[in-house]
């Protein structure tokens, strides 16, 4: 596997990069270049579109037993160490990548955050790293890399079976207080999911007085991480939750997800009014200049036109 050609295989043209992410002599830690240059990068984004797409999961271990494999495991494209201290990066190639952009399917995401999550504790890893800077495998100065004879890209339906649900279960007996599935990477996208969904669910007509109850789901949830959150992390995380159950969630249907938006009918007769203004003034109009009247995305605007 030494052979492989870091241009070729990872066939992009740019990467993120960086030499010091936690860099303070420059203004950004890290920047995006071509990808001829960044081969010699200490730190460099694997993945296509900068985490957008998924194609590596790596997992960051802070820990010296780079060689410890749970039985049948399967072995990563590369582990990239350290030699300091012995802390390093395992590298495991996807066979079929899952995309992660906020308009991607939601199951793939759902299914790499749990094998994501497994890894972790199959491995020891932190589940803090977000998986956008790995070290990168070919600078062979900064680090020594181990390029597995038998690895093989990983399916992740097949990976499942490392996942322990109950390591992830809150330590609560609070009724109220329900078991969230992972949908994210990391310790802050599980906690906000858990304790804003706990908020949908127990959310009667007014939100006020309700502060408290957010706080106290948020820090008994992250008692039961591995490593916890910082209380900053917490406090803001818990602010955003209620900014929204005060300004945007209905609440009382038992939906979830139910927001103040308007309805399609309401966008069409808002848009109407929109295009009547601007034909009394006798201007011309197109959906960039309908978007900034109304408010709406132009791609909504765009949508809307063609049903007038």
Known sequence: ??????????????????????????????????????????????NPGHCKKVRFLTIDCDHDRYDEFPGSFPKPLCT???????????????????????????????????????????????????????????NKEAWSTIWWPDFKPIELKDCTVWYDEEETKPANDNAKFVSIKSVGHGRRVNLFNHVRHLAYQNYFRSWNGEDSAVYSAAYALNATFHRPLPDCDIRSTCKSIIKFMNERYIGGTGTPYERKTPKVSDKLEILKDAIKDVQSQGELYNATYLAEMTGFPTRTVSRLLKKI
Request: hydrophobic fraction near 35%.
């Open 80 to 138: 990239v160490i350290n030699r300091k201290n012995e802390r390093h990066h395992h590298v495991f190639e996807l066979a079929t990548p899952v995309l992660t952009d906020v308009t991607a399917r939601w199951k793939p995401k759902v299914l790499l955050a749990v094998v994501e999550q497994g890894f972790i504790q199959q491995l020891d890893g932190d589940d803090g790293y977000t998986n956008t800077l790995t070290k990168n495998p070919w």
């Open 1 to 46: 596997m030494t052979n492989l050609d870091f241009k070729t295989y990872l066939n992009t043209k740019t990467q993120l990069v960086s030499d010091n992410i936690k860099s303070t002599s420059k203004n950004k830690a890290s920047w995006v270049e071509p990808t001829g240059y960044a081969e010699d990068r200490k730190y460099v984004s694997l």
